[in-house]
């Protein structure tokens, strides 16, 4: 086996995945994280389709049993409380045959992390600032100022990346914005209220669901025709921004912005697509939302995470380590796919947040309908991943 060092940029969904399907398959991985430790909290996913069955070849769905947060009925409510209209969890679980979790999406890195070989080096509170490639190895500057070097490395650091934006160039080249932007924190929930309700107002929606006994998310989402400017470093304005947006709005909402500030895992971001043409590089390489992002338009970004890994993990092992044929595999198997999923997501972009009273209304009729059965029957085809994987 050739090429066995790879240094993994991110220790998310797609880094963890990755890491623990080289070690498997002989490789040695080191994992340079640029948080101080794996992130807690944060937002729910939903986790299936190809994903799942990763997951399951990775042997964690008892492990992910364990922290799937088990939601019961998701309630549409006015602006008074009263229901509007819903959607059964259990029952969508039931179509999926079971297979499906609803996940906070540090849980879900959490466990594979949990499960990597204990011999992976990985490094937190740290990152790459800077690359260089020659015809037989990469060299790499961490921040710290250390220089050490790998066969390959691969960009696993997410929709904003920093291996993507080192090699490939700058973020806008690739970034499609779909008109939304996301935030969400946790907030505490002393009497482990069960309550998983959204409510919208045109434009913007908020969903506040249970995370554990004592802790609920809250999620926002509000269009935006225009990208807006401001600080990416700056939280201060991102939260200015979001009060700005949800405090007047009626139902809970002024209450649950009050908590922003006490938040412990506040979060902000931009509702967007990266599509690049190529994944790689020469000897680096990109997974998961650094060079595919589908958004959260697809409700599939971490489950597509995982399987881009066990591709790419699993083309070298076929490849022997040569990291040209092992990499145009990878891109060969697995784009046409997410391009299908992109599109799919892009398609759904304009109704995600109903931006009329009347659009309120006919996504709660349109919900309710889903449940008929041979409307179900049809919605299950078309989110059932076409996908086969490979048993590398
Ligand atoms: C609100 C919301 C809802 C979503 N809902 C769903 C859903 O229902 N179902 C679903 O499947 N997906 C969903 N997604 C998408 C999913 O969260 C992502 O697609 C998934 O997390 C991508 O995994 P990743 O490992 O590529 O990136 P990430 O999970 O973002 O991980 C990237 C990692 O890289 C680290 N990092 C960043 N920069 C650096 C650096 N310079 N150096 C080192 N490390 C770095 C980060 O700290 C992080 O640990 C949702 C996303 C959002 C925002």
Not at 109 to 116: D, E, G, S
């Amino acid at each position: 086996m050739e090429n066995k060092n790879i240094l993994i940029s991110g220790a998310g969904i797609a880094g963890t995945a990755l890491a623990f399907w080289l070690k498997k398959f002989g490789f040695n991985p080191t994992i340079i994280e640029v948080a101080p430790k794996l992130r807690e909290g944060g937002y729910a996913i939903d986790f299936w389709g190809a994903g799942f069955d990763v997951a399951e070849k990775m042997e964690i769905l008892p492990d992910l049993s364990k922290v799937d947060l088990k939601l019961l009925e998701l309630t549409f409510v006015d602006k008074n409380n009263r229901r509007r209209g819903g959607m059964n969890y259990r029952k969508v679980v039931k179509w999926m045959n079971g297979r499906a979790f609803t996940l906070l999406r540090s849980d879900l890195a959490k466990t594979i992390y949990n499960n990597l070989d204990k011999d992976i080096e990985i490094i937190f509170g740290d990152k790459i600032s800077k690359i260089e490639q020659s015809e037989n190895e990469v060299s790499v500057t961490f921040q710290s100022d250390k220089t050490r070097s790998f066969d390959l490395v691969v960009g696993a650091d997410g929709l904003h990346s920093n291996v993507r934006n080192m090699i490939f160039g700058n973020e806008a080249q690739f970034e499609k914005y779909y008109g939304y932007y996301t935030a969400s924190y946790t907030i505490p929930n002393p009497k482990g209220d069960k309550e998983f309700s959204m409510y919208n107002v045109p434009s913007k929606q908020v969903a506040l669901y249970p995370t554990n006994e004592n802790t609920s998310a809250v999620l926002y989402v509000f269009a935006s025709p225009e990208k807006l400017s401001y600080n990416h470093h700056d939280i201060e304005a991102q939260k200015q921004i979001l009060r700005n947006q949800f405090e007047n709005i009626g139902w809970r909402c002024a209450d649950l912005i009050a908590k922003i500030d006490t938040a412990p895992d506040f979060y902000f971001d931009v509702v967007s697509q990266i599509q690049m043409k190529n994944w790689s590089k020469k000897r680096v390489v990109l997974v998961g939302d650094a060079c595919d992002c589908p958004s959260l338009l697809s409700g599939q970004g971490s489950t597509l995470a995982m399987v881009g890994a066990y591709i790419l993990a699993g083309e070298l092992k076929n490849a022997n380590g040569n990291f040209k044929m092992a990499f145009e595999q990878y891109q060969n198997i697995f784009k046409e796919f997410i391009d299908d999923k992109q599109l799919l997501a892009q398609k759904f972009a304009k109704q995600f947040v109903p931006k009329s009273t009347f659009g309120i209304w006919l996504r709660n009729v349109v919900v309710g309908l889903m449940f008929l059965p041979f409307v179900s029957k049809l919605l299950i085809k078309q989110f059932t991943d076409k996908l086969k994987l490979k048993d590398y």
